[in-house]
């Protein structure tokens, strides 16, 4: 139970914060969430910036530009990235997080030479075809078609919710290629390139008012069988890798960052004046502040202990959704608490007068999708029912 | 960095799991009630254990341990419901003769708070010292120099509590540093046991859901009990991150902020400690009501541990002067 840093621990540190003062300043603001173009331009830039330097895949293997580094290390970097307000990893979400740690862990040689140094360098955009309008919480029950054609799987069927599909070059893509198997026993995960004939993107506004996430209409498309992770049918195991990493440690900058959020909040809360106290001078604001805060220490220390029990395996354990749920449920409640100080200046999703209504309005809308996507709030707690505390399993139809 | 308990904190753990469960069977609470939570030959098992020398150096008769390895034993020391004056003793090791051999029974007093609350002592018929701390330091007091009435309805029928007016002077030992000192340790402390409570709370209540039946299968088997456990092995597990943190900072303080780990420890596991003993007795239903069930001592002694060394209220107020420096 040791807290402290090795030498060399430090040294990385050290770099990272140096270079990160010299880069992050002048790299620019953020573009409007509706310019797609303008967004993986920005996103991938600073993934190509980081990449140069040697700061893209700290734990991955050097021979796919990797930095060979420790998983404290990505630690490390992410509480630098957040220190820095360097940019948000952005359309490099399901590449750098999900997509190539599951071809990290369960791809060929080949797919991962290709795909890992390329999703590193920002030269590579990923999305995640799992989810389809019969088949959400219940994902095994997808319905995607593949069937063989000498060397190609021939894909019929439509995807939901797919983020980033708009900017992507590539797709996690979940398809059944045994209808006759057991639900589980029947799908496939293939690479599928988004750029293929047949491949039609509808986009879906969500309740922000933006094209965060698109329908996916699969007609024909012609994956061929060489893009395939894993062995044919057993997709739902190297799906529950990519489920491990999506709920483990994809959120974790997201996590850290929230404390630079509740600084934003303190802020705001001392430009709010009335009578010449402001809010921050209220002791119930304050209480309500630092117990979140306090909370927020707790889940950056039980990601530290899910990451350093992570360390020999390499896939975070199933106590992912502990950690997934308890920053689910700081996160909704701070950023409720964000609108709440905002009062009637939060009729305003732009900056109102001297408040940042545009972020914390924000904020609390994605904080929102955050109990939704990844496996809801609900399957989560299944999951630690069943899988951890050991409770009898839901009732399942009849196989 | 490697905030994974070592190999040997963890045989701490089981050993120290193993022994309790041993020598504090759950039978042993009605006898332990009737001696108002303290039972001498507990306390010299406890101490024989190492419970308070635990932290003391080897060359002054201790074991040398660090507060990693002291919130271990306090977490299953609070999974066990241990009463007594646990913590004060522990704390007073090597400031007090005989504290770390559990031969001198050490309680205490926290006055620093700014809560305005009246003089409430626990344990005080067990006590042969009182520890008081005041913003200016530690003082010793004789604890037959007190006037206090006893309350006759304590909370938790295993911490005994008197009401005392005003303290007669006592000794100064430590200056305004080392009663600050000795009142961090102190909430690092208590939020082991908060962590242990919560563990307890959630164990006997994962065993009752899957052992009670209704409607022709257990309980557990019903989504809105078991997303109840759900949310209670998230608490548990929020309160070890907590508590495990406020150990490692205070092992090597200048890995962080101090006050801040500790700060966000009492308030991490006292919530979680509170919450787990009260959805714990819901689990239960009608029989999480009654005496005879557990589940309702890890309520009262949350509520016991909630008011020492600073309440969440306090702590969180604490959090919000150190981010208005940050900046
Ligand atoms: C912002 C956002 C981005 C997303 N991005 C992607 C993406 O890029 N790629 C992708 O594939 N998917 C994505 N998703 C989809 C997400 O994974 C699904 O929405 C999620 O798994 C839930 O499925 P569903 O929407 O069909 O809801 P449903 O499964 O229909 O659930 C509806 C409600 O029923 C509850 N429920 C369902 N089953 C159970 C059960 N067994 N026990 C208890 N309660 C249950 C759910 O908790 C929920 O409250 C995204 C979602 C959001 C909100």
Redesign the interface.
Known sequence: ??????AE?QKFRNQLAAWLASEVPGYGTPPPVDSWDERRAYDTGWQKKLFDAGYAGINWPKEYGGRDASL?EQ?IYFEEIAKANAPYVGVNFVGTLHGGPTIMAEGTEAQRAFHIPRILAGEEVWCQGFSEPVAGSDLAGLQTRAERDGDDYVVNGHKIWTSFAQVADYCEMLVRTDPEAPKHRGISWLIMPMDLDGIDIRPLPTLEGEGEFSEVFLEDVRIPVANRIGEENDGWRVTNVTLRFERGTAFASDMIQLQAF??RM?EAAKNITSDGTTA?DD?SL??????I???L???W??V??SV??A?ESGVPGV?AS??K??YT?IYQRTTELAVRLLGRAGLSRSDFLDLPSHLFINRHFNAISVSIAAGTT?I???I???R????????RPPA | ??????ED?KALREGVRSFLEGQVPFDRFPALEKSKGFDASLWGELAEMGVFALRLAEDEGGIGLGF?DA?IVFAELGRRLIPGPIAWSHLAAGLIDGAATGEVVVGGVDLIGPRPDPIVLEHLDSLDVLLVLRPEGIERVNPRDIEATEIETPLDSLTPVHHALTLPAGEMIGDAAAAAQMRLEGAALVSGIQLGLAEGALELA?AY??ERQQFG??I??F?AV??L???M??KQ??????A??A???L??P???NVQ??V??????AGESAIRNARTGIQVHGGMGFTWEVLAHYYLKRAWVCENLFGT??E??????EI??T??
């Not at chain 1, 139970?1 to 090795?6: A, F, K, V």
């Open positions: 139970m040791d807290l402290r840093y090795t621990e404290v630690l509740v600084q303190i921050w002791k304050r209480r309500e502040i630092g117990h805060s306090g909370e220490e707790s889940l220390a039980m530290k202990l350093c029990e360390k106590g502990a950690v749920l308890y449920d609900q989560q707690k299944n630690i029912g069943e951890i505390l050991g409770l009898p399993k839901e009732l | 960095m490697d905030f994974q308990p070592t904190q990693a919130i994962n859901a899957k299968r257990p557990g088997g989504q078991k997303h456990l759900a949310e092995f998230v597990e929020a309160a070890r991150a907590g495990y943190n150990a490692a900072t092992d090597a200048e890995v962080a801040r780990a700060s966000s420890a009492k308030i991490t969440q209220d702590h969180a107020e604490k959090i919000a981010l208005e940050l900046g």
